[in-house]
């Protein structure tokens, strides 16, 4: 698996028009705190007892078409995606990049995410419902 800062994730995006951004949070985090433009979401774990998804993997395979096709996963922090794409990895796919620091990045010192890092904090296109 490969591992990309937010503005290296969207360099590739642009780069590779092919390649398919999954947003692996849930579809609260997803469309309430918002996501990458051109996110296509697929919980990883699903509320409210946050299990495992027992399809991922099938529904990343239908949404691609391919598992040679490029997938970048982003989640809330970067952390969910690194068992997602280990999950794909198993299953075939053979472009698989994790997404460091997600869409909001780690908790500061107050407990607060989106002012350390992330793929809102970097500035890249993003979209709230």
């Given at each position: ?13 642009q ?23 051109g996110a ?8 409210p ?16 078409g ?14 969910r995606t690194?068992?997602a ?9 053979k ?5 460091l ?7 500061d ?11 809102r904090?970097?500035g890249l ?5």
């Open positions: 698996m490969k591992h990309l800062t937010p503005a290296e994730a969207h360099d590739e995006l780069r590779n028009p092919d390649a398919l951004l999954v947003d692996c949070r849930t579809e609260i985090e997803f469309y309430y705190v918002g996501h990458p433009i296509v979401n697929i919980e990883w774990q699903v509320a007892e946050f299990t495992v998804n027992p399809t991922f993997v099938d529904e990343v395979l239908r949404e691609a391919s598992t040679a096709r490029p997938v970048l996963l982003i989640c809330r922090s970067g952390q690194l068992d794409g280990a999950a794909l990895e198993a299953a075939g796919f472009d698989v990049t994790n997404v620091d997600g869409f909001e990045g780690n908790l010192a107050s407990f607060h995410r989106g002012t350390l890092g992330g793929w904090k970097a296109p993003w979209e709230q419902m």
